[in-house]
Each structure stands twice: as structure tokens, then as C-alpha cells.
């Protein structure tokens, strides 16, 4: 195992090498692992993440900073910055995690990117996890729009039609399929004033309408692109609903951010 290699892909060297093997340590190894590290790395890294987004977005307000923040630090983020690491192959895991393929694991992998950021903190202080955290987090912050991070698709789609000044969409389940254990719902989404109607599936009723309203928000902004005030020709409204209404989307569940009620619509156009 490479250590050195791990610590040039940090850009730290630790001066207690004990602390960084603590750190790669998971619990099924031995009994000095690195959850009480994983605790206070968490802590260090919302910290670094609230100063980088605090002193990046003058004009964002608290809520939209909070959504930023803990879509950085959830696990799924923090795994993929461990993949770029290739962390995996520097844990120390028991014999049975090895078998059931704890290297791969999510959890794992976040979990002890936390750990080794609590442990440089501990090793050098708080300067040198901040500048460990920002070369993680600036290049991401890069290619990001801070507006639409973190957002789900159904308040992207109705933060775009209010914009617009168009009504919000309306949701309705058309269908479901499979067992009573594990359905998949068929719902639908409507956008009357433009002439959209689309379809999405998933595993809930939210889930459906997230793949629905994902789907729906792509249309949208096409329609509008080829709208007259962009000079260019509108397809007729017919051809709108045809090319929407076969289109489907799978998608797993997703958390809504808001289910405001919309106003009603004009006559619904028949299915295809």
C-alpha cells in the first residue's frame, strides 16, 4: 500500500503516519478505526465548504447557501471525490467487508474521505484540511450553476414556468404497472399553455413526476427557444403533443421541494 502516493493526491504529508492509517481503518478491521476522525471531519468540512460558499455568492441568501452546502457534503459527492482519489485501494477493511466488496461501498468510501480530513486537521490544523478541502471543492464549484444545484426537477420545472409567467404543470397518475410490491407508476405532466404533454415513470408517485417534470422542463425551454420572440418558427401545437406525449423517463425516487397546487388547465388534449 502506497501511502505516499495517497498524500500526493491530498497534497498533505502527514507527520503522524499512525493518524493516517487510522484514518483508511474501517471498524470490521480492528478496533482502532476511524469513526471518532469520520466525526470530526464532517464537522471541519461543512465548516470549509459554508466559509468557500460565504465568500463565493455575496448575493445568495441563507436557504439557497444551505442547499449548496449539504448537496457538496452528502455522500454521494464526497464518494465521487474519494473515486477521483482512487481511495479504495488504500482502505484497511476486515476480511468480510473485502468479500462483500466494502472497497466499493459508498458509504465506506465517504465515510473515510471525512475520516482523513479530520485527521489532517488533527495532524496540522485547520489551515492545511481548508486548503485540502478547496482543491477538492473549487474546480467543482467551477462548473456549476449555484441556481439550480441541488434543486429537484419538479422546482426547477415550476421556477421556469413562473419566470415565463406560465401556470404551474399539473401532475396525474394515468396508470400503474406490476405487483403490489413493486409498482411503477405512470404519471403525467401538462403544460397547456405550450402545448406539452409528457410522461414519466418510477417506482413512487413522486418519483414519476420527478421523471415527468424533468422531461417536461426540457421541452419547455426547447418550445421557447423556437418560439417567435427568439426568431424562429413555433412547431404547431399538435406536433408538440405527439412528439412530447410518447416520450418516457425512468428515474429513482426523489425528495420534492415544493408541491404547490396549479391553476387549472384548459381542456386536456386527448392521448395519442
Known amino acids: 500500500m502506497n501511502l505516499q502516493l495517497l498524500q500526493t493526491r491530498l497534497g498533505y504529508t502527514f507527520q503522524d503516519a499512525g ?8 471498524r470490521s478491521h480492528s478496533s482502532l478505526h476511524n469513526e ?22 455575496l448575493a445568495i441568501d441563507e436557504g439557497d447557501l444551505s442547499r449548496l452546502r449539504a448537496n457538496l457534503v452528502k ?3 464526497l464518494y465521487e471525490i474519494a473515486q477521483k482519489l482512487e481511495l479504495s485501494q488504500f482502505l484497511r477493511l476486515g476480511e468480510g467487508e473485502l468479500k462483500s466488496g466494502g472497497f466499493r461501498r459508498p458509504s465506506i468510501l465517504a465515510d473515510t474521505l471525512e475520516a482523513l480530513l479530520g485527521a489532517i486537521f488533527l495532524d496540522g490544523g485547520f489551515n492545511p484540511a481548508r486548503d485540502v478541502i478547496r482543491a477538492f471543492y473549487i474546480p467543482i464549484l467551477d462548473t456549476v450553476d449555484p441556481q439550480t444545484l441541488g434543486k429537484d426537477a419538479k422546482t426547477l420545472l415550476q421556477e421556469f414556468l413562473q419566470s415565463k409567467k406560465i401556470s404551474l404543470p399539473l401532475y396525474n397518475v394515468v396508470a400503474t404497472h406490476g405487483a403490489a410490491h413493486s409498482q411503477e407508476f405512470e404519471i403525467e405532466c401538462l403544460v397547456p399553455k405550450l402545448g406539452i404533454q409528457v410522461y414519466g415513470r418510477g417506482g413512487s408517485r413522486r418519483a414519476g413526476e420527478q421523471a415527468a417534470a424533468k422531461l417536461a422542463l426540457e421541452v419547455a425551454e426547447q418550445a421557447l ?5 427568439a426568431g424562429r ?3 404547431p401545437r399538435a406536433a408538440q403533443l405527439k412528439l412530447a406525449g ?3 423517463v425512468q428515474t429513482s425516487e426523489a425528495k420534492d421541494v415544493t408541491d404547490s397546487e396549479p391553476s387549472p388547465p384548459p381542456a386536456k388534449a386527448a392521448h395519442k
Open 36 to 57: 471518532r476522525l469520520e466525526f470530526l471531519g464532517d464537522s471541519v468540512l461543512n465548516c470549509v465548504v459554508a466559509s468557500i460558499l460565504y465568500e463565493r455568492y
Open 19 to 26: 493518524l493516517l492509517q487510522q484514518a483508511l481503518t474501517h
Open 233 to 235: 418558427k413555433t412547431k
Open 75 to 77: 455522500q454521494q459527492s
Open 246 to 248: 410518447i416520450a418516457t
Open 225 to 229: 427557444l423556437k418560439s417567435p420572440a
